[in-house]
């Protein structure tokens, strides 16, 4: 597939072999919905290119507007827009109109029972959990063979629990479908779970595009470094000794990074929360981290097995330790301590907006 | 004074105005005894008024229904220039005096109106005919309907549309199997608006087109009529009419509380 939108702040193109699906992460008002919207023929670009399978479904250049029912895109809806006044087989139904009329009810059913949903093929959609209602919105939208597979942030309404199962439903799902798949979140985890590929849209321009891992890793942006669950710190670089590239931040002291910084000047400086060591705030400078910087604790939260402490070190910064740690340290808000990391853990990336 | 004065200005408002508008209803079954009711009824007058007005109110919402739910799916689903100033023109009837109505339906269709030639040419007589008890029917009360389905159109969600869209359905499937189902409850209290209104016409349909038993004379028009000469059987005529419309009332209550609960809005009665 491969898309080129245009509106007034949109400005994308995608492509995804069938079978892989495709994420594309933003904030809120970047123009997501809307690329999926186009996709679906829900929306008409001012100008643009949208095709599937060697069949064009839009082009301003040739006049080309297949309309959504001639597309054919199965799209769950980010609230699903499950038809209230019908039951559950009857929504799976709507969309099987190529199965003769008698064995609809069959074929739904039976699709129903693949999805979990056996037993609630009379059910409203309003009885259901929030599980069951995006299992019902698959099954629609899988029911009648779609050519592409669209996803409005999938799983932001489900609850932490329904989450993982629905990932691994989503991406064998997807696999099986055998079609292409885009889905839209701003929430990056949910992209990396999900997706084999990761576009970052920002103020509708697509700013970053690769597998969830290498995003991680190599930022090209501030924003892309913030998305990923990097710690951004803004800040003037120079050329230092050695190769290494020195960073006088915005909030005071400096971080050297491994990086080179091609733009000199005002620049951001991304780690990963894991990558940031705690150690008491009189402790002897040992060992060979570059970075370190003295910190003040605003808050601790434990996540899972880690620990995560807010800093104040002129400039907000998150450590990620263990549970162990916060004992030793004695980590309580108002705590001193002195931030350590590596300047090869340490990323420089240009400033933008974001 | 005491601080609890102004509830009892409250309570004492509120008595006043219950009992300043059911009286004249409770009155007219009071006045008219079940005997005296039954026997009324048997008028060939007042029977023939109410089966002109049970055919042609039937009729008039049968075309409002047809026109005026396209009409209002347009309206509720699609921005152009100039949709507010349409939904305007099309709740005018609503503010014109039923007598104004009148006069506007001759000088439209009458014999020398703008398209009486066009009319005539059509074969199609209007004036102190049935057909004009309906065209007048039709003119008051389509923007009761047309109105309250709008409200209920735009109550759908749209995302539900798309959906049918990307599930294989035209936009005119979509329309019959999602959109109309979706916004049942507010067409049929629009319905039952609009019926209620037809039943009570009566200045537009006696300018237009007169009231001659079993021709034009719908229920009230017999009513006045009766009114002078046996007020028995005009209060027994009234005493039909206030249960139907009663009875009206409370299908528009009962479906507009059935929205209500969905969390979908209906518009004010005007």
Known sequence: MDTTLRDLNLRVELSVQAGRTLAIVGPSGAGKTSVLRAVAGLMRPREGRVSCAGRTWFDTAAGVDEPPEVRRCGYVFQDYALFGHMSAWRNVAYGLRDVPRSERHAASTALLGRFGLAGLADARPATLSGGERQRLALARALASGPRALLLDEPLSALDASTRARSVRELRSLAEEAAVPAVLVTHDFEEASALADEVAVIEDGRIVQQGDPDSLAAEPASAFVADLTGSVVLTGRASAGAGGVTEVALDGGGIASSTDAAAPTGQVAVAVHPWEVALEPADAAVEGSPRNRLPATVRSVTAVGNRVRVGLDAGQPLVAEVTPAAREELGLRPGARVTAVWKASATRIVSRGDG | ?270
């Open chain 2, 1 to 270: 004074m005491s601080r609890r004065w102004f509830p009892a200005v409250l309570v004492a408002a509120l008595v006043l105005a219950v009992a300043f508008l059911t009286l004249p209803i409770a009155a007219i079954f009071l006045e008219a005894g079940p005997g005296e009711l039954l026997d009324s009824l048997g008028d060939d007058q007042a029977i023939d008024a109410l089966r002109l007005s049970l055919i042609t109110t039937s009729i008039a919402l049968a075309i409002i229904l047809l026109v005026g739910t396209p009409a209002a799916y347009l309206l509720a689903t699609r921005s152009f220039r100039g949709r507010d100033a349409v939904t305007t023109l099309v709740e005018l009837p609503l503010v014109v005096p039923p007598a104004v109505a009148g006069i506007g339906l001759l000088a439209a269709f009458g014999p020398s109106g703008l398209l009486g030639g066009a009319v005539e040419d059509a074969g199609v007589r209007l004036v102190f005919e049935t057909a004009g008890v309906i065209v007048a029917l039709v003119f008051v009360a389509s923007p009761f309907y047309v109105r309250q389905a709008q409200a209920a159109f735009q109550a759908v969600d749209p995302t539900w549309l798309g959906a049918s869209r990307t599930l294989g359905a035209s936009e005119a499937r979509t329309f019959a199997r999602v959109a109309i189902p979706a916004a049942a409850p507010g067409l049929a209290a629009g319905m039952a608006l609009a019926w209620g209104r037809a039943l009570g016409e009566f200045g537009a349909t006696l300018v237009f087109a007169g009231s001659f038993q079993g021709v034009t004379q719908t229920a009230p028009l017999a009513i006045v009529e009766l009114f002078g000469s046996d007020f028995d059987a005009a209060l027994a005529l009234s005493a039909v009419l206030v249960a139907v419309s009663a009875a009206l009332l409370a299908t528009v209550k009962l479906f507009t509380r059935g929205r209500e609960r969905r969390g979908a809005g209906v518009a004010g009665l005007a």
